[in-house]
């Protein structure tokens, strides 16, 4: 069955709700970060309310998407504004964390160079066709959502298994970022060859 979300995008307003979620994901982010440096991060009910504006932010990624599809939704500026939305809010996230020395700063850095270098793909390729989320991809952000939720959480019980699922989405990371890279060199190859261009 064909994704929905890599068929060509109707002729949609642009203001609708699934993009509404979008925006507002976007505007929660500097929430988020009020929440998690308050006292340095230290005061576990900051920590906790930190966690459950991340979890709340992160929950609407699932339901703009659902949304989308469902409601026949699927627009351009929701291709490109949703993973960015996804990326500031992680990327907000991983250097609160680091910041705070309760997340190693190498992992920040290989998932952050990471997200940049998709995000300068998506708008290398924007002028030959729109690089959708694929299912690696959705991967990934789940396994970081839920080893930055569990960092987010205050108490030494957590670190361990928030360090093996952040591992994990570290690895899933890279091997999508490759993916992402032959997806849009093949995106402008495609779009090259195409009758009449060039």
Excluded: C
């Excluded at 959502?145 to 298994?161: C, D």
Aim: no cysteine; proline share 6%; aromatic share 6%.
């Amino acid at each position: 069955m064909p994704d929905p979300a890599a068929a060509p995008a109707q002729t949609v307003r642009i203001v609708n709700i699934a993009n509404g979620l979008t925006v507002l994901r976007l505007l929660m982010v500097p929430v988020f970060a009020m929440l998690l440096v308050h006292h340095r991060g230290e005061d576990p009910g900051w920590r906790l309310a930190a966690a459950a504006a991340f979890v709340g932010a992160s929950l609407t990624d699932q339901l703009d998407g659902h949304v989308a599809r469902s409601r026949g939704l699927i627009t351009d500026f929701g291709k490109l504004a949703d993973p960015i939305a996804d990326k500031a809010l992680t990327g907000t996230a991983l250097v609160g964390l680091s910041a705070l020395d309760l997340l190693p700063w190498w992992i920040t850095l290989v998932i952050l160079s990471r997200e940049i270098g998709v995000t300068v793909l998506r708008f290398w390729v924007i002028r030959h066709g729109v690089i959708p989320a694929s299912r690696g991809g959705k991967l990934k952000t789940l396994l970081q959502a839920i080893a930055i939720t569990l960092a987010l959480l205050p108490g030494a019980a957590v670190t361990r298994p928030a360090m093996w699922v952040m591992v994990a989405a570290v690895a899933v990371t890279l091997v999508t970022g490759g993916d992402y890279v032959m997806r849009a060199v093949t995106v402008r190859r495609a779009d090259r060859r195409a009758p009449g261009v060039g």
